[in-house]
C-alpha cells in the first residue's frame, strides 16, 4: 500500500494537520514496539495494552509539539515513559505485578525457549531504571543520547545504568548460556 | 594488567570505533581469556536482542466522528464560535453573559426621570421588575438546556470506560472458556463479544479523539 510506504517525515506533517489516517499509518508502524517496550516496564497485558492507547492518543493531542518529524520515534518513547511513570507511580507499591504473557519464545527453538525465558527472569532482578535503558539500548536500538532525551537524563548515567545492568544479567545468564555453549561444544 | 584497558560490553553493543574495534579483535585473537570474555558478554547482549517483539491483542485505531469529517480535514483549527458551542462550560457561562446585559441594558432604557413622583417610580420599578423577569424567563431554560446538553455529553463519553472495561472482563471469561474447549458454541458469542468491544473502544476512540483536538502551538 502506497500510503504505508510512504515515509515518516511526510506522514507525521499530515497528521499534525489533523489527517487520521496518516496518524494511523504512523500507529500500525509503531504500536508493536511499544506495546512490547510497555510491557517489559509493566509486565501486565492489559495495562502495556491500555498505556499504549494512551500514549498514542497524547502523541495525537501534542504532535503540533514536534518540530523535527524525524524524532518521531523518540518522541513517541518520551511519551510512553511518561505514561508508565505516571501509572507506575499510581499503583501501589505493595501489589506485585502479573507475570508476563507467554507466547513469544517461539522464534527461537527449545534452546532459546530456555535462554528466553532467563533473559526475562534476569531483565526482573535489574532496577526500574536499570531495566528501561537496557530495553531501551538493547532491545530497542536506541543510542545514548536518543535515551538521554526520551528519559531525560544525561547520556553518561544512562550508560552506566546499562552496563551495570549488563553485569547483573550475565550474572544470572551465565549457567543457561554456558550450559547451552557446552552442548554445543559436545555436539 | 593490558587485558583491563578493553571494554568488551561496549565491543558487544557496538559502540566502539572502528578504531577501537579493531584493536579488540587484535587482541581477542592472542589472548584466549579475553576471548571467552568476550563471547560472554556478545551471548548476554544477543540474548537480550532476540527477544522477539510482543503483538499488542488488538490493533489500535482512531477513527474520525462519524459525519463529523472535521479531523481528517485541512484544518484542525475550530472557529472560536464553535469552539465556544462545542463547551458546555463556557457556553454557559455566555448565556448568563448575555442574560446580564439584556438585564442591564433593559434597566438602563427603563431608567426613571429624576422629577418622576414617588408613586410612579414605584411603578416603574415593578414594570422593569416584570421585564426582567420576563427576559430571565424567556432566556434561562434555552441556557440552562445548553449547558445540560454538553453535561450529559460529557457524561456519556466518561461513561464508555467503565462500560469497555465490564466488556473487557467479560471477553477475558470468554477467552478463557474457549481455550479450555469446554463449550464449542461459545465461538459465535465470543466472536459478537469481541465485535462488540472492538467497536465500542472505536466509540471511545471517536469521543476521546474529537474532544483532544491537537493542540496548536505550545
Given at each position: 500500500m502506497i500510503l504505508r510506504e510512504a515515509d515518516e517525515r511526510d506522514l507525521v506533517p499530515r497528521a499534525q494537520k489533523g489527517d487520521v489516517e496518516a496518524f494511523n499509518v504512523l500507529v500500525s508502524r509503531w504500536e508493536k514496539r511499544i506495546y512490547s517496550y510497555l510491557l517489559r516496564l509493566s509486565p501486565d497485558a492489559?495495562?502495556?495494552?491500555?498505556?499504549?492507547?494512551?500514549?498514542?492518543?497524547?502523541?495525537?493531542?501534542n504532535l503540533k509539539r514536534l518540530d523535527a518529524p524525524e524524532r518521531f520515534g523518540p518522541w513517541l518513547y518520551r511519551i510512553a515513559h511518561n505514561e508508565a511513570?505516571?501509572?507506575?507511580?499510581?499503583?501501589?507499591?505493595?501489589?506485585?505485578?502479573?507475570?508476563?504473557?507467554?507466547?513469544?519464545?517461539?522464534?527461537?527453538?527449545?534452546?532459546?525457549?530456555?535462554?528466553?525465558?532467563?533473559?526475562?527472569?534476569?531483565?526482573?532482578?535489574?532496577?526500574?531504571?536499570?531495566?528501561?535503558?537496557?530495553?531501551?539500548?538493547?532491545?530497542?536500538?536506541f543510542k545514548f543520547e536518543e535515551i538521554a532525551a526520551i528519559l531525560d537524563t544525561p547520556a553518561s548515567t544512562i550508560k552506566s545504568r546499562v552496563y551495570s545492568a549488563l553485569e547483573a544479567m550475565r550474572g544470572v545468564l551465565a549457567p543457561v548460556t554456558d550450559a547451552r555453549d557446552a552442548r554445543r561444544t559436545e555436539e | 594488567m593490558e587485558c583491563a584497558r578493553f571494554d568488551w560490553k561496549g565491543y558487544a553493543l557496538g559502540e566502539l570505533s572502528a578504531a577501537e574495534t579493531a584493536e579488540c579483535d587484535r587482541h581477542v585473537h592472542a589472548c584466549e581469556r579475553c576471548r571467552v570474555e568476550m563471547g560472554r558478554w556478545q551471548t548476554t547482549v544477543a540474548s537480550l536482542r532476540n527477544l522477539p517483539q510482543v503483538e499488542p491483542p488488538r490493533r489500535i485505531v482512531f477513527v474520525?466522528?462519524?459525519?463529523?469529517?472535521?479531523?481528517?480535514?485541512?484544518?484542525?483549527?475550530?472557529?472560536?464560535?464553535?469552539?465556544?458551542?462545542?463547551?458546555?462550560?463556557?457556553?454557559?457561562?455566555?448565556?448568563?453573559s448575555v442574560l446580564a446585559l439584556a438585564i442591564l441594558a433593559h434597566g438602563l432604557m427603563a431608567r426613571v426621570p429624576a422629577a418622576l413622583a414617588p408613586a410612579q417610580s414605584a411603578q416603574m420599578e415593578a414594570l422593569i421588575h416584570e421585564a426582567a423577569m420576563k427576559e430571565v424567563d424567556r432566556l434561562l431554560p434555552q441556557a440552562m438546556d445548553a449547558a445540560l446538553n454538553r453535561a450529559m455529553d460529557q457524561r456519556l463519553r466518561t461513561e464508555l470506560r467503565p462500560a469497555l472495561a465490564g466488556l473487557k472482563q467479560q471477553l477475558a471469561q470468554e477467552e478463557q472458556l474457549h481455550a479450555a474447549g469446554l463449550e464449542q458454541k461459545r465461538d459465535a458469542d465470543l466472536k459478537a463479544i469481541r465485535y462488540a468491544f472492538e467497536r465500542l473502544e472505536q466509540r471511545l476512540n471517536y469521543a476521546t479523539l474529537s474532544s483532544a483536538r491537537p493542540q496548536g502551538g505550545e
Open positions: 492489559g495495562e502495556a495494552f491500555d498505556l499504549s492507547q494512551e500514549t498514542f492518543l497524547k502523541a495525537f493531542q511513570i505516571s501509572f507506575l507511580r499510581r499503583r501501589r507499591p505493595e501489589s506485585d505485578p502479573p507475570e508476563q504473557s507467554t507466547g513469544r519464545s517461539t522464534a527461537f527453538g527449545m534452546a532459546g525457549v530456555e535462554i528466553s525465558l532467563a533473559v526475562q527472569q534476569a531483565l526482573k532482578v535489574l532496577t526500574a531504571e536499570q531495566r528501561e535503558s537496557v530495553v531501551l539500548k538493547v532491545c530497542e536500538g | 474520525p466522528e462519524p459525519g463529523a469529517g472535521s479531523i481528517s480535514g485541512s484544518s484542525n483549527e475550530d472557529p472560536w464560535w464553535r469552539r465556544m458551542w462545542n463547551s458546555g462550560p463556557q457556553l454557559g457561562f455566555a448565556s448568563a
